[in-house]
């Protein structure tokens, strides 16, 4: 998840609108329709407040007017940090074509994979999305299309559905992320940039020589980053998505990794069951929604001797990591084996409101 805008360096004392940062969104809206909002130089923000810079000073009309409608709001200066070159915001791009209570709807980032954005347009800016889709190729130079959620990621593919709010009408497109590229279809594949880091972090966890099973790799990016950067491995990269398998092929080829990752398609148990017993040093589980009803599978994949597990699940924000470690040291010795050590943990992202992604590593017996 990106910001929809961005600044630059040096610094310069200006005038500016000093407000609690509750009526930060509320003040610049009422500001940019006075057309008195500096924007050379980047906005500020404190612990409590946020400062607007001006151009003008406020007249005495305008001022008593900021004052009635945001409550704290006063003129003061503060040192700002100038934009090397004004890129106008999305706020910026619509303030004449929306008006003030939807300007503060707006999204204020996407996901970007390879030239597509991806955002959420809520239900009362639906009608203008298309303006926010222009609006959203204006401002980021590198993004050819924009699509907008349409519904939640489900199904056994993990997949979404998307709208094409502006740009080319296309779903497909190649990310990059930490040196490897992806040939990804969004519509296709399930495929998240806000896992980028967890792909890093497993990545550089792996030591020469091991084998890795990806048990749900979509198109590859824990397998891929692996084969990439780790001496001497070998990964098995199995989903049951086929157009996940087709583009893990394309990327194998495309990253040249061929000697190293093998993909399969199929259904993680049932390979896990008929080709890949025991052979395991290192196993990813990441299928947040269904990984412990797959430990029997993690633990039969892995050597006899033992080896790493990378659990992932979805929790509520009530539920403890502790009953999180819990449920899946239970279902480990369910199968026989035992969790020798826990050995990292920890919030990966806020997947709803009240629902966290968790990753646990663990090394099993
Ligand atoms: C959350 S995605 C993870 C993709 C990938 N690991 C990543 O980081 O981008 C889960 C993947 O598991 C696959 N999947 C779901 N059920 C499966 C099963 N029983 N066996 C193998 N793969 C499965 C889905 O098709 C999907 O591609």
């Not at 130089?41 to 946020?50: A, G, L, P, S, T």
């Not at 900021?66 to 200066?77: F, M, R």
């Not at 017993?277 to 299928?287: P, T, W």
């Not at 659990?311 to 819990?326: I, P, T």
Request: hydrophobic letters at 40%; aromatic letters at 8%; a positive charge.
């Amino acid at each position: 998840m990106r910001k929809l805008a961005d600044g630059g360096p040096k610094l310069r004392e200006s005038m500016c609108l000093k407000v609690p940062k509750q009526y930060g969104e509320k003040t610049l809206i009422l500001a940019n329709r006075l057309k008195i909002v500096n924007n050379g130089i980047e906005i500020q923000r404190d612990q409590d407040f946020v400062y607007i810079p001006l151009v003008r000073k406020p007249s005495g009309d305008e001022s008593r007017n900021l004052k009635e409608q945001v409550a704290g709001c006063k003129l003061s200066t503060y040192v700002f940090r100038e934009r090397k070159k004004h890129e106008p915001s999305l706020i910026e791009l619509l303030e004449d074509k929306l008006p003030p209570h939807l300007l503060a709807s707006l999204p204020h980032s996407a996901d970007f994979v390879g030239d597509i954005a991806i955002i959420e347009v809520s239900p009362e800016l639906d009608p203008h999305k298309k303006i926010i889709g222009e609006a959203i190729l204006k401002t980021n130079k590198n993004v050819r299309t924009v699509l907008a959620k349409a519904g939640a990621v489900s199904g056994t593919y993990r997949l979404r559905e998307f709208s094409v709010i502006a740009g080319e009408a296309k779903t497909e497109t190649v990310h990059k992320e930490y040196g490897c590229q992806y040939h990804v279809d969004v519509a296709k594949v399930y495929f998240s940039p806000r896992l980028s880091y967890e792909h890093n972090r497993v990545a550089s966890l792996v030591k020469k020589g091991e084998t890795v099973i990806d048990l749900f790799t979509g198109v590859g990016p824990f397998a891929i980053q692996i084969a990439k950067n780790r001496e001497n491995v070998e990964v098995y990269a199995v989903d049951v998505n086929p157009h996940a398998i087709e583009y893990l092929k394309r990327n194998i080829r495309l990253n040249r990794v061929e000697e190293k990752v093998h993909p399969i398609l199929g259904d993680a148990r049932r390979v896990v069951n008929e080709k890949l017993f025991g052979v395991a040093d290192r196993v990813i589980m990441n299928l947040p929604e269904k990984a412990i009803e797959f430990v029997d599978a993690s633990c039969k994949a892995m050597k006899p001797s033992g080896g790493v597990a990378h659990f992932y699940c979805f929790v509520d924000a009530s539920d403890s990591l502790d009953n999180v470690k819990g449920r899946f040291v239970e279902a480990v010795e369910k199968w026989g084996r035992k969790v020798e050590e826990i050995l990292f943990f920890r919030r990966v992202r806020a997947t709803a409101p009240c629902e966290w992604q968790i990753v646990v590593d663990a090394r099993i017996h």
